[in-house]
């Protein structure tokens, strides 16, 4: 209604006809920061993406690493500005015990991963290597705590080893005896994972006591650690988890709440990764555009509970899910990465920026090698998926101020479905440099997007944009560079007004001072 009302205002002031998009920026609204998390990541003891993706080991002298994990990793991961990197699971980190995984490594138990086609995890990636990595990255650590398969014990035990002062717990002493004097920073710690499946199989009820007994061993009555918790979250659409949650829960004792949900067209039939219709590309982008509805539908209960908006929502897993690449192991998750993948990125990352006031982090699944990931490697060679270059894009927007915008938009058809064809997000940075981020979904039509500007005085505007040829197009390692940014000539800047010619399917970031 209120959109229609801006409509309406404009096209009786002759601003814009109705077969025109319409952006309307807000500045004088502004007064959330947009949470660097947002652009977070997850890495995962799955198929490739801790070893051959981010680890190679210590000895391996064909692949340059530093410490064991890949050079050129590093160097790809640091540009893309990694705030955070979730870890060792997913599933996984409800059957990780992480004593396994510290001290000399020949002694180091081997165990099966169980969720991940049963093969063999040696813990030669362990919590020291971890941890060390991600100083490397310059990225800080979400650490996700067994508590599936685990104790209290266990994990306040983590705690102690990975955060405390030299000598302060005998767990510091195990520190130093294993190489490392000084506690690194563990950002975040997560207290299970889908607790509601592979984490537990637990009702809501029996998994907020369960985390309430996890939560009270880690530190002390007063979080005098001030340890950020997060609570293993809902599954899509289960708003009665959030419910349960926010009223069992003492707010004092959490942090964040988890949020899980997939691009998946059918979890029976997936679709291939790059050879897919017209038709799966817009159901896919149908599930993905459901997040707008789930952030705003689980922030409403959040709400009920504390109006403050002091606990956050963390969506700490999300992404596009297709079929493994042919004659790859199916449980080893591996796709290759579109431009259907980047339409993903740029819409799910609007909408984050957009609900900043209660999304704080957010953790795209994953990293390296599984799901949609931003990097694939094969042996020595890496590759950026169009993913990256996205996120890369989007990373001006970290710790920006959000500028509130209202979008009338053109739908994008498809039979007799329709879908918003643009999604926008603002925000301007401790420069005073305004970024908008807009994406066209529409698969074969240009969009002319009117924006106002809402009296700012920009002198200049400049940008990049990330489009292909093909919706199917990728990055392949024969032909790495097929899918990179380039600068965008289609803005133009008049009085108070903005245009901007959108291709189909294409990301852009301008930049306005
Ligand atoms: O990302 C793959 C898996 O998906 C994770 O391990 C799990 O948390 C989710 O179900």
């Known amino acids: 209604m209120k959109k229609l009302l801006i409509a309406l205002a404009f096209f009786i002031s002759g601003k814009i006809t109705f077969s025109q998009n319409y952006v309307v920026l807000q500045p004088a609204k502004s007064k959330d ?14 198929g490739r993406c801790i070893y051959g993706g981010l680890y190679v080991g210590e000895n391996n002298k064909k692949i340059p690493n530093k410490d064991g994990v890949r050079i050129d990793v590093i160097n790809a991961l640091k540009k893309l500005k990694v705030p955070v990197l979730r870890w060792p699971g997913g599933c996984f980190a409800d059957t990780y015990h992480w004593r396994d995984g510290v001290g000399p490594k020949a002694k180091r138990p081997s165990m099966l991963n169980v969720w991940w086609g049963n093969v063999k995890e040696d813990n030669s990636f362990g919590t020291n290597e971890f941890l060390n990595m991600c100083e490397e990255i310059g990225t800080e650590a979400y650490l996700s705590g067994n508590v599936g398969s ?22 510091t002493d195990e520190r130093k005896a294993n190489g490392r004097k000084t506690p690194w920073k563990v950002g975040f710690w997560g207290l299970g994972n889908e607790a509601w499946g592979c984490g537990g199989n637990m009702t809501a009820e029996w998994y907020a006591n369960v985390y309430k007994q996890y939560a009270t061993f880690m530190t002390d009555w007063s979080n005098t650690d001030k340890l950020y918790r997060i609570a293993s979250g809902a599954s899509g659409d289960d708003y009665n988890w959030t419910e349960v949650m926010m009223k069992n829960i003492p707010l004092k004792m959490f942090d964040a709440l988890g949020l899980h949900h997939y691009s998946v067209i059918d979890w029976d039939k997936k679709g291939s990764a790059t050879g897919f219709s017209e038709k799966e590309y817009f159901t896919t982008m149908q599930r993905s555009l459901f997040m707008e509805e789930l952030v705003t539908k689980h922030s409403a209960v959040m709400d009920k509970y504390d109006p403050g908006k002091t606990k956050s929502l963390a969506v700490d897993e999300w992404g596009g899910w297709y079929e493994v690449e042919p004659g790859t192991n199916s449980a080893f998750l591996f796709q290759q990465n579109t431009m259907r993948d980047a339409m993903i990125a740029g819409c799910n990352l609007n909408i984050f920026n957009n609900h900043c006031d209660r999304v704080k982090m957010a953790n795209l699944a994953q990293i390296v090698n599984v799901l949609q990931a931003v990097i694939l490697t094969d042996e020595e060679k890496m590759i950026l998926t169009p993913t990256y270059h996205v996120m890369e894009m989007y990373n001006v927007h970290q710790g920006a101020t959000m500028i509130p915008l209202s979008v009338i938009s053109n739908q994008y058809e498809f039979g007799n479905q329709k879908l918003q064809a643009i999604w926008a997000s603002a925000s301007k940075d401790s420069l005073g440099r305004t970024h908008l981020s807009l994406v066209n979904i529409d698969a074969s039509k240009t969009q002319d997007v009117t924006i106002d500007i809402n009296g700012s005085a920009f002198k200049t505007v400049k940008g990049r944009i990330l489009k292909s040829d093909k919706l199917q197009d990728y990055n392949s390692f024969q032909n790495p560079n097929k899918i990179v940014p380039t600068a965008f000539t289609g803005a133009s800047l008049a009085k108070d007004q903005l245009t901007v010619k959108i291709p189909p399917f294409s990301v852009i970031v301008l930049e306005l001072e």
Request: overall charge negative; charged content about 15%; glycine content about 6%.
């Open 150 to 171: 685990g104790t209290p014990q266990e994990l306040t035990d983590w705690v102690k080893y990975t955060t405390y002062p030299n000598s302060s717990s005998p767990m």
């Open 33 to 46: 920061t947009i949470s660097k998390y947002i652009y977070g990541h997850f890495s995962e003891h799955l």
